[in-house]
């Protein structure tokens, strides 16, 4: 399945709409992994006719979503697993806690998020033979694509959710991408790391439900 990714930037040439089209033929499915303003994930959904599941990012609240918390026509998915077309989809947004505000949180507080999803991820496991094929976040795992500002620093709790669940996919966004190192492999775990800032296409394996 093709699928659109998208993080923290606004596409400004996406604006133009046979650009779009042209750049996304066969895309079947958005994913928005936070940072991102309500109008262009509605842009997004409504030019290409195709569901979108985001998270928030950790500046949705000021700045992007101030009165509406949800994008019209576009689901949010944080803390929550769903079911596309053979894909079994999750979401964690938010970032690690570096002030106070809404969508920080500690590892013990994400921590509590994950097991909010524990219930549907049995579930997936009994009914399907695993827990989750993606799992869409803003930040990302602890000593992966993160830095060293606690603004921008991973959470370990995304380490320990790859290695018990075992997603095929970990998607985020939140830092700037190395563009050697935009999909990590290397790193012990089964998962495919991408780091969506602000873009990629990508074809993704149906699973079978």
Same mark, same amino acid.
């Given at each position: 399945?093709?699928?659109?990714?998208?993080? +923290?930037?606004v596409?400004? %040439?996406? /604006?133009?709409? #046979?650009?779009?089209?042209?750049?996304?033929?066969?895309?079947?499915?958005?994913?928005?992994?936070g $940072?991102? %303003?309500?109008? &262009?994930?509605?842009?997004?959904?409504?030019?290409?006719?195709?569901?979108?599941? &985001?998270? %928030?990012?950790?500046? $949705?609240?000021?700045?992007?979503?101030?009165?509406?918390?949800?994008?019209?026509?576009?689901?949010n998915? !944080?803390?929550?697993?769903?079911?596309?077309?053979?894909?079994?989809?999750?979401?964690?947004?938010?970032?690690?806690?570096?002030? +106070?505000?809404?969508?920080?949180?500690?590892?013990?507080?994400?921590?509590?998020?994950?097991?909010?999803?524990?219930?549907?991820?049995?579930? #997936?496991?009994?009914?399907?033979?695993?827990?989750? +094929?993606?799992?869409?976040?803003?930040?990302?795992? /602890?000593?992966?694509? !993160?830095?060293?500002?606690?603004?921008?620093?991973? /959470?370990?709790e995304?380490?320990?959710?790859?290695?018990?669940?075992? %997603?095929?996919?970990?998607?985020?966004?939140?830092?700037?991408? $190395?563009?050697?190192?935009?999909?990590?492999? #290397?790193?012990?775990?089964?998962?495919r790391?991408?780091?969506t800032? #602000?873009?990629?296409i990508? !074809?993704?394996?149906?699973?079978?439900?």
């Amino acid at each position: 399945m093709r699928v659109l990714t998208v993080s +923290d930037k606004v596409e400004k %040439p996406f /604006f133009k709409e #046979n650009l779009l089209r042209e750049k996304c033929q066969g895309v079947r499915l958005i994913l928005a992994c936070g $940072d991102l %303003p309500s109008y &262009y994930l509605e842009y997004l959904l409504n030019s290409l006719n195709v569901p979108l599941y &985001y998270v %928030p990012g950790n500046h $949705d609240e000021q700045a992007y979503l101030p009165k509406e918390p949800f994008a019209q026509g576009c689901k949010n998915i !944080d803390e929550s697993v769903i079911a596309f077309e053979g894909l079994l989809i999750g979401g964690l947004g938010g970032a690690f806690r570096y002030r +106070d505000g809404k969508y920080l949180y500690t590892e013990k507080q994400m921590q509590r998020k994950v097991r909010r999803m524990i219930p549907r991820m049995a579930l #997936n496991k009994i009914k399907y033979k695993r827990y989750l +094929d993606i799992l869409i976040t803003h930040a990302p795992p /602890f000593g992966i694509h !993160d830095e060293q500002t606690m603004a921008h620093r991973g /959470f370990k709790e995304f380490l320990k959710f790859m290695k018990r669940y075992r %997603p095929a996919y970990l998607i985020h966004g939140h830092t700037v991408p $190395d563009a050697e190192n935009e999909i990590a492999t #290397n790193h012990g775990l089964s998962t495919r790391i991408i780091n969506t800032n #602000n873009f990629r296409i990508l !074809d993704i394996e149906h699973g079978s439900i």
